[in-house]
Every structure is written in C-alpha cells, then in structure tokens.
C-alpha cells in the first residue's frame, strides 16, 4: 500500500478486502483523481466493466432537463477513434453487451465480455465516454430517439404515476423532474448545451471505474490509463471529487394529491410520502419494514389487498433514497371502480402499522428478505461490478458482505417500530392515473 498523495503524480493503491463470499477488491486512485476498483473472481470467465459518473438529472437546470439523459444516448454515437456502428461492432463481434443508464444522481456505462475481451471493452468504453464527438447531425438523430422514448414512457401508466409521484413530493426540485426531460426541454436543447454539460461535467475526479470477473487488478489499472491517454479526462493531478452532501435536507411539498386524466383499463395510484436519506442509519431497519409492509408476496399489503381481497394483480411498497432525501411509498394497479376499496385497505394498514408495529415473526422475516435478496444478488459479475461502483461513488466506502448482513442482523423490533410511527404518520401524498377527474380524489380523506 502506498501512502503517496493522489495529487503528487502517483497512483495510489491499496486492497479493500479479501471477501469470503467474492474475490479480493482492490482501488486505486489516479493521479488526476479518477478511481479505479476491482474485484478478482478467479472462478468466473466474463468480466463486467463500468464507467460511472457522479452526475445525473438533478444537477441541471430547468432548461437543461433531460442533458444528462441526451448525453447518455449520445456517448455511443461516435469518437475521433470510432464511429457508432464500430463501437457496438466491435463488442458485439466478441459475443460482448453494452449499455448505459441514467439516474437523478449519477450515469453508468457498462460492458460485459469474456476475461479474455477487457482489454477491448476498457478500450472502447473509455474511447466512447472520454472522447465522444457529438456532432450535430448525431444530436438531431437521438432528440428523435428520445422524444419517442418519452412519448413511450406517456403511454406506459404504471411508470408514469410513480413520476407523477414524485413530483408530488419534490415539486420543482429537480429531484421532481422526470430524468428524461420534457419534450420541451428535448426539443429546445442545443448541441451547444449538450456539450458544455459534457466537458463541464464529465471530469476525472468525478468518475469511478469498476470491474468484475477474472481480472487482475494492475492489469486494470494500466489498461484504463492507457486508454484515456490524449483524451480530455487525461488530466492535471486533482483529488476524487468529494461526495454529493447530506446537508441541507431537501425541502419536499406539503402533501398533496395529483391525478392524470387518461382512458385506461387499469388505475394506477401511488400513496406516499418523504422518506430518509440513503446514508441515513435507519436505512436497514427501512428495509425489514418495506419487505413486511409490501415487499413480497408474504407481505401485509399483498396479502390483504391481492390474495384475500383479489382487488389488484399488483400492489408493492418501495423505498427510494438520495443523498439528502428519500421517499416511502405504495403502489397498485386495479379495475377504476376499486380504487377507493384499495386506498382505504392500503391507508388503513399503513395506519395500523404506524401505530402498532410489526410482530416479532415479521421481523425474523423481513431480515431474512433482505439478507437473501442481497446475497443473491451477487451472484453475477454485473451486481458485483455494480456493488463496487455505488459503493465508491455513493457512499465513499465499500461495506464488507459480512458487515451489511451483520447490520440486518442488529435491527431490532423497537428500531423497525420506532421508524414505522414516524414515518407512516407522516402526511401522505397521492398520485393517480387513470380516468379520472382531476378532482375526482380528495386528500384530506
């Protein structure tokens, strides 16, 4: 391990950990600030690699809605190395997958080939991210693209009520927008936009690169820095970006209720309210009370509203977490004539649990859902690869498996009840569409 200093001009190396249930992880931080991780896993014979940046949807401007979306589409369009064809020729010819996807607070490109393909996937994946061209005609081709994307997602109801949800809570806040842009903002972004976003954003120190598979780490490291020699990440020595921060909270809207009048078989509703923050230490207990809430088919809400009732096909609860914020929430999709039915049975067990708590076999239980989902969930190199990029960007440190599955382990009754009392009394807002007037809901119900 080398106690040099990033910002001295040497990379610095050191190793994480040698996990039982994985291979030995490994990070090193270059001289211009990016991080690399890996995990060696011996066993396997394909390698995820990733290329994550700390930007996503809620670091633009209202008139920049949906950039960081648009720069994601366009990324794969071309290079000075590569035109589009040849980027997804080139992986594709050795039976490897690309992709890309877009969150409110970061971007991830990834490649997942045979051990004996990372040298070219690191290749390309840093060509396409580090040097991308975005040519004007190249801009006009994917704002199609993704105007069809939006109107794609306009005519999916299920998706879009948990947007509508969103909004609710976080109003104009751009954790409130929907991570894609509006056709307004699509249609009036300029290449010019789209690019001062990209070199502006897009910087060393704000990205992480991680892989997994049958790799070795040094290997890694030197291929990552080969490929991003001469591009516009090979940059002066600087510290990692710091971490996106906790404080001030963000401020959510009083509780309201939002419908979207649209003629659909299904309504579709969303009850829910602010939450916590994803580095918030209650975050193990959220989970034990989301998986007995409505995690799974054991849950009270499946089994009261779905199994006994048969008033929805679907109904869950989720949990979703930022860095300074979060939100708790229920969904269902059910005939228009049951929405109220539904409502009722899902506020009133909301209610119950507020005020009583889970049981002591609920608990054992939703530990349980959440040890097994986690663990099993490493079973591939793309979770893995995924695991080390999340943990790097978004939390600054990687939690051992042993340690997170002993942190379930620790949550206890009174902590899950603690947590269900405040946070199942908050107001709730509601989303709702389907064929409905916008009146048609009341939320002081």
Same mark, same amino acid.
């Given at each position: 391990?080398?106690?040099?200093?990033?910002?001295?001009?040497?990379?610095?190396?050191?190793?994480?950990?040698?996990?039982?249930?994985?291979?030995?992880?490994?990070?090193?931080?270059?001289?211009?600030?990016?991080?690399?991780?890996?995990?060696?896993?011996?066993?396997?014979?394909?390698?995820?690699?990733?290329?994550?940046?700390?930007?996503?949807?809620?670091?633009?401007?209202?008139? =920049?809605?949906?950039?960081?979306?648009?720069?994601?589409?366009?990324?794969?369009?071309?290079? @000075?190395?590569?035109?589009?064809?040849?980027?997804?020729?080139?992986?594709?010819?050795?039976?490897?997958?690309?992709?890309?996807?877009?969150?409110?607070?970061?971007?991830?490109?990834?490649?997942?080939?045979?051990?004996?393909?990372?040298?070219?996937?690191?290749?390309?994946?840093?060509?396409?991210?580090?040097?991308?061209?975005?040519?004007?005609?190249?801009?006009?081709?994917?704002?199609?693209?993704?105007l069809e994307e939006i109107a794609m997602h306009d005519d999916e109801p299920g998706d879009e009520v948990h947007d509508l949800f969103t909004g609710a809570v976080y109003g104009d806040h751009p954790l409130g927008r929907l991570i894609?842009?509006?056709?307004?903002?699509?249609?009036?972004?300029?290449?010019?936009?789209?690019?001062?976003?990209? %070199?502006?954003?897009?910087?060393?120190?704000?990205?992480?690169?991680?892989?997994?598979g049958n790799l070795d780490h040094t290997t890694v490291v030197k291929l990552v820095r080969q490929a991003l020699r001469g591009t516009p990440l090979d940059t002066d020595p600087a510290a990692p970006a710091p971490h996106r921060p906790?404080?001030?909270?963000?401020?959510?809207?009083?509780?309201?209720?939002?419908?979207?009048?649209?003629?659909?078989?299904?309504?579709?509703?969303?009850?829910?309210?602010?939450?916590?923050?994803?580095?918030?230490? %209650?975050?193990?207990?959220?989970?034990?009370? @989301?998986?007995?809430?409505?995690?799974?088919?054991?849950?009270?809400?499946? =089994?009261?509203?779905?199994?006994?009732?048969?008033?929805a096909y679907s109904v869950y609860s989720y949990a979703g977490q930022y860095a300074d914020s979060g939100v708790f929430a229920v969904y269902a999709g059910c005939a228009p004539g049951k929405v109220d039915e539904v409502l009722d049975?899902?506020?009133?067990?909301?209610?119950?649990?507020?005020?009583?708590?889970?049981?002591?076999?609920?608990?054992?239980?939703?530990?349980?859902?959440?040890?097994?989902?986690?663990?099993?969930?490493?079973?591939?190199?793309?979770? %893995?690869?995924?695991?080390?990029?999340?943990?790097?960007?978004?939390?600054?440190?990687?939690?051992?498996?042993?340690?997170?599955?002993?942190?379930?382990?620790?949550?206890?009754?009174?902590?899950?009840?603690?947590?269900?009392?405040?946070?199942?009394?908050?107001?709730?807002?509601?989303?709702?569409?389907?064929?409905?007037?916008?009146?048609?809901?009341?939320?002081?119900?």
């Amino acid at each position: 391990m080398s106690s040099s200093s990033p910002a001295s001009g040497r990379a610095v190396t050191r190793t994480l950990s040698d996990d039982p249930l994985g291979g030995t992880i490994r990070r090193t931080v270059l001289p211009n600030g990016l991080r690399v991780l890996t995990e060696a896993i011996p066993a396997m014979r394909s390698v995820s690699f990733g290329i994550w940046v700390a930007v996503g949807s809620r670091d633009e401007t209202g008139s =920049q809605a949906g950039a960081a979306h648009f720069l994601e589409h366009l990324l794969f369009k071309g290079t @000075n190395k590569r035109s589009a064809l040849e980027i997804s020729a080139e992986i594709e010819a050795v039976g490897g997958e690309t992709n890309a996807f877009t969150t409110k607070e970061y971007t991830c490109y990834y490649a997942r080939v045979l051990d004996e393909d990372l040298p070219l996937a690191i290749d390309v994946m840093c060509d396409a991210v580090a040097d991308s061209v975005l040519t004007a005609a190249d801009v006009e081709t994917e704002r199609g693209v993704i105007l069809e994307e939006i109107a794609m997602h306009d005519d999916e109801p299920g998706d879009e009520v948990h947007d509508l949800f969103t909004g609710a809570v976080y109003g104009d806040h751009p954790l409130g927008r929907l991570i894609s842009g509006t056709e307004e903002t699509v249609t009036a972004m300029t290449r010019r936009q789209i690019q001062n976003f990209y %070199r502006r954003r897009y910087t060393a120190p704000q990205i992480v690169i991680a892989a997994a598979g049958n790799l070795d780490h040094t290997t890694v490291v030197k291929l990552v820095r080969q490929a991003l020699r001469g591009t516009p990440l090979d940059t002066d020595p600087a510290a990692p970006a710091p971490h996106r921060p906790v404080t001030p909270r963000v401020r959510t809207k009083p509780a309201t209720t939002l419908v979207e009048p649209k003629e659909t078989e299904q309504a579709h509703v969303v009850l829910g309210c602010p939450g916590i923050g994803r580095t918030d230490e %209650r975050r193990f207990a959220l989970g034990v009370l @989301n998986n007995v809430l409505g995690g799974g088919m054991s849950s009270r809400l499946f =089994q009261e509203i779905r199994e006994q009732r048969g008033l929805a096909y679907s109904v869950y609860s989720y949990a979703g977490q930022y860095a300074d914020s979060g939100v708790f929430a229920v969904y269902a999709g059910c005939a228009p004539g049951k929405v109220d039915e539904v409502l009722d049975l899902i506020r009133a067990e909301l209610a119950r649990v507020a005020a009583d708590g889970i049981t002591e076999a609920e608990l054992v239980r939703g530990r349980g859902m959440s040890k097994g989902s986690f663990v099993l969930g490493l079973e591939d190199t793309g979770s %893995r690869m995924s695991r080390l990029g999340k943990g790097e960007l978004l939390y600054g440190n990687l939690m051992p498996v042993d340690e997170l599955l002993a942190r379930v382990d620790a949550v206890t009754l009174a902590e899950v009840n603690k947590l269900a009392a405040e946070l199942l009394g908050r107001p709730m807002s509601l989303a709702v569409v389907g064929p409905f007037d916008s009146g048609a809901f009341d939320i002081a119900r």
